[in-house]
């Protein structure tokens, strides 16, 4: 079940180089609209917002053109918001089997599932270095857009080297404790080189750099914008 459960984190962490109309759309307003889907779902407080709210998720399903990546997110979010509703559940306030109490824990669940699997999607179908690279432009410092890209990478390089070593101790029959050793010689060497490249790309000095890649698709990125904002004022109103 570990396993499992670290297989499908990883795959709906890794960036996808598809030719989409999701990947082509431009990445600020891309992630302008997830920060205003964000604040829709918190101020969400009815089974019916919530619906209403799954059209966002629709459209970027449909704009991703990968029902996989839908199916794989959806694993990915499935254990852990499944124990989140379980505990919210047994502790709730209303009793066990009371209607609040069910319409409460379903609201609950089905918020999380909505906003977890629209993040999980709109950070597999961005290329980090499109994100750094618009963000620099905008005055935000390469030593942190680095650092960005870095982290965005790793989980899924991590995540596979974690898969990989607990199933050599299993295999082996050691005790899974022993797969942390593995796992983090790798993690140093990587560190090594990381930091080699970071020197070599001038990280740490004041020099200007030639920015390679397009923030994407303006057309796009408004659809999605314009999407966003409208369920948010749903929300509002409702």
């Known amino acids: 079940m570990l396993l499992w459960l670290l297989e499908k984190i990883r795959v709906a962490f890794t960036y996808s180089k598809d030719e989409t109309l999701l990947t082509k759309a431009h990445v600020g307003l891309k992630f302008t609209s997830l920060a205003l889907f964000f604040i829709a779902v918190s101020l969400a407080n009815s089974l019916n917002d919530v619906f209403i709210l799954a059209t966002y998720l629709a459209l970027l399903v449909l704009m991703s053109q990968r029902l996989k990546l839908f199916y794989e997110s959806t694993l990915a979010v499935a254990i852990p918001i499944g124990l989140l509703g379980f505990f919210t559940w047994i502790f709730s306030p209303y009793g066990l089997f009371t209607y609040e109490t069910f319409n409460y824990v379903l609201t609950l669940i089905l918020r999380m599932y909505v906003l977890a699997t629209s993040f999980l999607i709109v950070f597999s179908t961005t290329n980090p270095t499109q994100l750094a690279d618009f ?104």
């Open 135 to 238: 963000l620099e432009k905008h005055g935000v410092p390469f030593t942190l857009t680095q650092s960005l890209i870095l982290t965005w990478r790793l989980i899924p390089l991590v995540l596979k080297d974690i898969i990989e070593s607990i199933m050599s101790v299993r295999l082996r029959r050691f005790s899974i404790t022993k797969a942390l050793i593995p796992v983090t010689a790798v993690a140093i060497e990587r560190a090594n080189r990381v930091s080699e490249t970071l020197y070599i790309k001038g990280l740490g000095f004041r020099t200007k750099r030639t920015h390679t890649s397009k923030p994407g698709s303006v057309f796009y990125g408004v659809i999605l914008v314009l999407a966003a904002t409208l369920l948010l004022i749903i929300v509002l109103i409702s």
